[in-house]
């Protein structure tokens, strides 16, 4: 059974960290772009960063670069998004995804096919 499943989602202070993980199961993760998206309460779901298969390029979004950073564990399948400097304009649901071979830019929910459940990431005093 092909899953990915998101963790790491918390209430954060302002200007605090986080790490979020994808793990999937049923599949070979490298072979494939996983993509973090995130959709806040009343917006629509948007491309937050993304790591291609093989070369491991990575993308992010205007509004995160510098403090995330994207990296991939091919011995546990596992991408993990780390979270620094937070904002509480990163609060929503975080979501990772996968399907294309490269990271398609922009980054389009569209473009990806598996979904995982998603985790809440909230910042606030």
């Known amino acids: 059974q092909v899953q990915l499943v998101e963790s790491g989602g918390d209430l954060v202070q302002p200007g605090g960290s986080l790490r979020l993980s994808c793990a999937a199961s049923?599949?070979?993760?490298?072979?494939?772009?996983t993509g973090w998206f995130r959709q806040a309460p009343g917006k629509e779901r948007e491309g937050v960063s993304c790591?291609?298969?093989?070369?491991?390029?990575?993308y992010y979004a205007d509004s995160v670069k510098g403090r995330f950073t994207i990296s991939r564990d091919n011995a546990k399948n596992t991408v993990y998004l780390q979270m620094n400097s937070l904002k509480p304009e990163d609060t929503a649901v975080y979501y990772c995804?996968?399907?294309?071979?490269?990271?398609?830019?922009?980054?389009?929910?569209?473009?990806?096919?598996?979904w995982g459940q998603g985790t809440q990431v909230t910042v606030s005093s």
């Open positions: 790591i291609s298969s093989s070369d491991g390029r990575t």
């Open positions: 995804a996968t399907d294309p071979p490269v990271c398609p830019r922009p980054l389009f929910p569209s473009d990806f096919g598996s």
């Open positions: 049923g599949f070979t993760l490298d072979y494939y772009a």
